[in-house]
């Protein structure tokens, strides 16, 4: 009878497999953890909102059902290109959601495309108007004329707080497409923002939303504040402060 000694050091097909189900399990832990944390930062990008968003004209309606007519209505001047823009956006964005959600605010947001030209007195050339605040102001006409009212408020907000990277990274469309996918965008409005559908209304309503800037003391800049057709000073409780009680 012969038998075969094995060296302690020679590992079989059992020993092969754990090592493989061993990685197996480890790709799947990692898995699960980077779709977590998408999800959980996706969930921390988007708020549930109770008011309906409407685009008309040079201006973007946020209105909740209990709103009257007495109820005040701010008139928001903004530009995706702004720092203090973003700064605002980003300080009042739960008071303003929250007034508007109760009825006791009606927001209208008119957005300015002045800051992709470096001289309001000279003609925007093409290259300017396929700055920042051109394509990002094209990329929430499409959320604002979806189906999802709360798009447009995440959206807008979203480009706010990372106007930063947006800006040094030269966002193309297809980012914006991206970014309203990653919120929920459905995919008519995730094209509508690849294929541009909406740039050549930007420079219209930059334009009309400046010219009425133009005609106040200080001309045109951002963001600026106005209740009831009167500016206010901005400060950082203004929704608190002229919003109904």
Request: net charge negative; proline share 2%; with cysteine.
């Amino acid at each position: 009878m012969s038998s075969t000694v094995k060296s302690p050091n020679e590992k079989g097909k059992g020993f092969l497999w754990a090592v493989v189900g061993i990685i197996v399990i480890a790709v799947v832990v990692v898995g699960y953890i980077v779709i977590n944390g998408k999800n959980t930062k996706r969930e921390a990008m988007i708020d549930t909102v109770a008011f309906t968003t409407s685009w008309e004209g040079d201006k973007i309606t946020l209105k909740g059902e209990q709103a009257t007519d007495d109820t005040p209505v701010a008139d928001v001047y903004e530009d995706f290109s702004c720092p203090h823009c973003a700064d605002l956006a980003l300080e009042d964005r739960q008071a303003m959601r929250e007034a508007v959600d109760n009825g006791e605010l009606v927001v209208n947001i008119r957005p300015l495309v002045f800051m992709d030209n470096t001289n309001r007195d000279a003609e925007m050339s093409d290259e300017e108007k396929d700055g920042n605040s051109h394509r990002a102001l094209a990329a929430v006409l499409a959320a604002a004329s979806s189906e999802d009212d709360g798009l447009y408020w995440n959206l807008r907000n979203y480009l706010f707080e990372n106007q930063s990277n947006i800006y040094s990274d030269k966002w193309d469309n297809d980012k914006y497409a991206e970014a309203a996918q990653e919120l929920g965008a459905s995919e008519d409005t995730v094209n509508a923002i690849r294929e541009g559908k909406y740039a050549d209304r930007t420079d219209e309503l930059g334009t009309k939303n400046a010219d009425e800037l133009e005609k106040t003391e200080n001309g045109v800049s951002s963001p600026r504040i106005f209740i009831n057709g009167e500016e206010k000073q901005l400060e950082a409780d203004w929704v608190e402060k002229y919003k109904s009680n």
